[in-house]
């Protein structure tokens, strides 16, 4: 099994403003997986981050807005770059199943956007 | 492409009731895993179980089961005698071998009346 810490936990912040969430795992991952999951709705892919290359992001997604580092097999950060209300979500990251197992989430963060 | 279509929103039925969460899938690989996880109100990601593409047995976990059909690509969800407790959104989710990103579907919001 994997143990995923997610910082922060929630945060409110300022439009226009820049947010950096931190994931660290407690064993080396090749993926890492981001995911948004906006009030009421399910989980969407943002982008997968790979340890030595860049990220690959989903469709309506893109690096301006959510750049995101993998600077080794056990951590990652996502930036959810000048935030607007719409960003406002709950945002997770993951790390994929191996045979015969789940995948893990961190506990996600809250973002609130005024 | 992958997709997750979960056509029930919103259920309600009362305690003691049994309840059948649907879940289609689309995929065009051959090796592909199928997930439930269930969101109580609390907001953390709780897996239920992880099936195969090639292994349909069907699968019981006390009020639990789970049917899979390959021949018409669903994977359905039934809670028998629901509790209150059961009250909470259920994600289906789909995860193709080639790069072991989750897509989730939209949700049931399942509802146990008292």
């Keep these: ?114 | 492409a992958q997709k997750v279509t979960q056509a029930q929103t919103e259920i309600s039925v009362v305690e003691k009731e049994d309840v059948t969460l649907d879940c289609v899938y689309e995929t065009r690989d051959t090796t592909y895993y199928l997930f439930w996880y269930k969101q109580p109100p609390s907001g953390e990601l709780v897996f239920l179980i992880r099936r195969n593409s090639f292994d349909e047995q069907n699968e019981i976990s006390g009020r639990y089961s789970w049917n899979f059909q390959k021949s018409t690509s669903s994977f359905n969800f039934t809670i028998t005698a629901s509790q209150v407790v059961d009250s909470a959104v259920y994600f289906c989710a789909l995860s193709e071998a080639e790069d072991d990103k989750i897509i989730f579907g939209k949700g049931t919001r399942l509802h146990i009346l008292p």
């Design chain 1, 1 to 114: 099994s994997a143990v995923i810490s997610q910082k922060p936990s929630r945060d409110i912040c300022q439009r226009g403003t820049s947010l950096t969430i931190q994931c660290q795992v407690d064993s080396q991952v090749t993926m890492m997986f981001w995911y948004r999951q906006q009030p009421g709705q399910s989980l969407t892919l943002i982008a997968t981050a790979n340890q030595g290359s860049e990220a690959t992001y989903e469709s309506g997604f893109v690096i301006d807005k959510f750049p995101i580092s993998r600077p080794n097999l056990t951590f990652s950060t996502l930036t959810v770059s000048n935030m607007s209300p719409e960003d406002s979500s709950i945002y997770l990251c993951s790390v994929p199943h191996g045979v015969g197992t789940e995948a893990f989430f961190g506990q996600g963060t809250r973002l609130t956007v005024v």
